[in-house]
């Protein structure tokens, strides 16, 4: 299975923890490692317009509630997943531009010039501290 499978799966249905479980068993990295791979070609699709908001929101969510569930939150996944939870409402009365492009957009193009940029930050805890 490659990523642009579960791409594909997120646009179609809700992906379960038991998805997530499955994608990473089958690659020799680490889990965190895979995970904050899979952070920044989500980014890296949505931020080019191959992924949806949607699909992408679905699979940032399922990514998250693994990692916090299994190691270490990468801090790119976690950034990833604020970025596209800031999407999912409108946190005041201003209605224009969406809240996808009033937060989203711009937070993943920011993640992606920071890491393209080498600024790779620990993951963090699941108890929410920073591992150094």
Do not use: W
């Not at 989500?42 to 699909?55: K, Q, T």
């Not at 990692?67 to 604020?82: E, K, M």
């Amino acid at each position: 299975m490659e990523f642009v499978d579960l791409i594909q799966e997120a646009a179609k249905r809700q992906l379960s923890l038991a998805d997530i479980a499955l994608y990473c068993e089958l690659f020799a990295v680490s889990t965190a490692q895979r995970l904050e791979n899979c952070a920044i070609e989500l980014a890296r699709g949505y931020a080019a317009g191959s992924v949806s908001y949607e699909a992408a929101d679905n699979l940032a969510n399922v990514l998250f509630a693994y990692a916090a569930q299994n190691v270490a939150i990468p801090a790119v996944l976690f950034s990833v997943f604020q970025a596209f939870d800031a999407g999912e409402f409108y946190p005041d009365e201003i209605r224009s531009p969406s809240p996808e492009e009033r937060f989203t957009r711009p937070q993943i193009n920011a993640i992606l010039k920071d890491y393209d940029n080498g600024n790779h930050l620990p993951a963090c805890s699941t108890s929410g501290e920073q591992k150094l």
